[in-house]
């Protein structure tokens, strides 16, 4: 079935997206010094003047984004998204509209200027996250009192939001024209229940959304953006959730989405939370992904020192095993129109059909309505799977080893192949 994609013919076009299927999201800032969560300034109640202390105890030693592309793009990621500023209002980039900054910290140097030049270096996609709320700002306003602002002087302060909209606009337009070429705008706005208010009320309007991404498209109008903005339109962002099948708007346009998903449920760096996800589980995750015609946005907490901690690097070492193996089964690929056997996934790309096995299979893999198949493979090794093809009830049956790795890919040519959208 052919149908057309939900996607504004102003934006960008997404098939380098839609190409590559897999991204590495970075959360960064002053909170990976506090270890615990990024939303740590509002959920411990740290007032704003305490919190802005560890801009001066910030000293990552560490950080190299040549490193974090490095490992990134070994693990076949192929776009990387960079906390600029999340909702404490930190900024990773010398802007010239705040004090509050790396470049005002021990590190000194403008991070973001040398994640983009080791992104270029290494070919990889540039992705710029942006938080539209903002703890920080002295005119973001807020439906309620806020440990954060709890002293006199804050309490009485008038807030403008319109000074707000100018300092977001203002430095968002530095984002897009100081760096060269930005590929993915991701904005994040949250609803989150979690929120303590920061959202409430708010939506497009209270930092004008539609003049941002204006602004934004005429400097880079091939720039693709993701749905949090609150126009309803972008890159669709489930977060921390799988859909059942591919994304479609109500009057049946294909989305395109992205899956964001955490190593261990907090998006900064904590080595308290030990509830990782498994290589394997990650591996599902993002087979299951692409299945569904996705692209997972696989995220990583570098450390206070600026370095990936073991945890994620045995992460990155196996997910590299494994997309070394079967990459083809990945890039490019997207939704089988064929019905999925049995405790596996499906992906397809043109005439090639990979049949992700999920769990080992009793010697026999169903697949329906095959056809007259002429061989089966590996993907990993290419050797041969026997095929037997039942004429009546186009059975595919294959004589396989008794056990293998799970995540096993199959490889066959299908007879009808897929039409991408
Ligand atoms: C937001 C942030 O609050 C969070 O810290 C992290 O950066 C994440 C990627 O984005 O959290 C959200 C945003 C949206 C939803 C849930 C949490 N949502 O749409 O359900």
């Not at 504004?8 to 997206?17: L, M, N």
């Not at 087979?287 to 996705?294: L, N, R």
């Not at 690097?313 to 494994?322: E, P, V």
């Not at 049995?342 to 397809?348: E, F, I, V």
Request: net charge negative; charged share 25%.
């Amino acid at each position: 079935m052919t149908s057309t994609l939900d996607w504004p013919d102003r934006y960008g076009d997404p098939s380098w997206f839609l190409q590559d299927r897999f991204g590495m999201f970075i959360h960064w800032g002053l909170y990976a010094l506090k270890a615990k969560d990024e939303w740590v300034m509002t959920q411990d109640k740290i007032a704003k003047k305490e919190y802005e202390k560890l801009a001066n105890q910030f000293n990552p030693d560490l950080a190299d984004p040549y490193e974090w592309v490095a490992q990134a793009k070994q693990s076949g990621m192929k776009y990387i998204v960079l906390t600029t500023k999340h909702h404490d209002g930190f900024c990773l980039w010398d802007s010239a509209y705040t004090d509050y900054k790396i470049t005002n910290t021990a590190y000194g140097k403008d991070i973001v200027a040398e994640f983009v030049a080791a992104c270029r270096n290494e070919n990889i996609k540039i992705g710029f996250y942006h938080s539209l709320i903002d703890w920080h700002h002295e005119h973001y306003t807020i439906d309620g009192l806020h440990p954060q602002r709890d002293d006199e002087a804050e309490r009485s302060r008038e807030r403008d939001m319109v000074v707000y909209q100018t300092y977001l606009y203002n430095q968002i337009e530095e984002l897009v024209t100081k760096y060269g070429r930005i590929d993915y705008f991701w904005f994040d706005f949250s609803y989150d229940d979690r929120d303590w208010g920061w959202s409430k009320g708010k939506g497009p309007a209270d930092w004008q959304a539609e003049k941002l991404e204006n602004m934004i498209l005429n400097y880079q109008p091939h720039i693709l953006f993701n749905n949090r903005l609150g126009l309803d339109r972008g890159v669709y962002t489930p977060e921390q959730y799988q859909p059942t099948e591919p994304l479609y708007t109500d009057n049946g346009k294909k989305r395109i989405w992205e899956a964001c998903q955490t190593l261990n449920g907090t998006w900064c760096y904590n080595p308290t939370n030990l509830h990782y996800k498994s290589a394997e589980m990650l591996i599902k995750l993002l087979i299951d992904t692409v299945s569904k015609d996705g692209n997972l946005l696989l995220n990583f907490g570098p450390t206070a020192r600026g370095n990936f901690d073991s945890a994620s690097t045995d992460i990155l070492n196996a997910l590299q095993t494994w997309m070394n193996d079967h990459h083809d089964a990945i890039y490019g690929t997207g939704a089988s129109y064929m019905e999925c056997p049995q405790d596996c996934r499906l992906t397809q790309k043109g005439n090639r059909l990979f049949i992700h096995i999920f769990s080992w299979p009793f010697r026999t893999i169903h697949l329906k309505n095959l056809g007259n198949v002429k061989y089966a493979r590996f993907l990993h090794d290419h050797s041969e799977v026997p095929v037997v093809v039942y004429q009546d009830s186009n059975i595919f049956h294959h004589d396989m080893p008794v056990v293998a790795k799970n995540e096993t890919v199959l490889e066959l040519p299908v007879i009808k192949p897929k039409v991408t959208v």
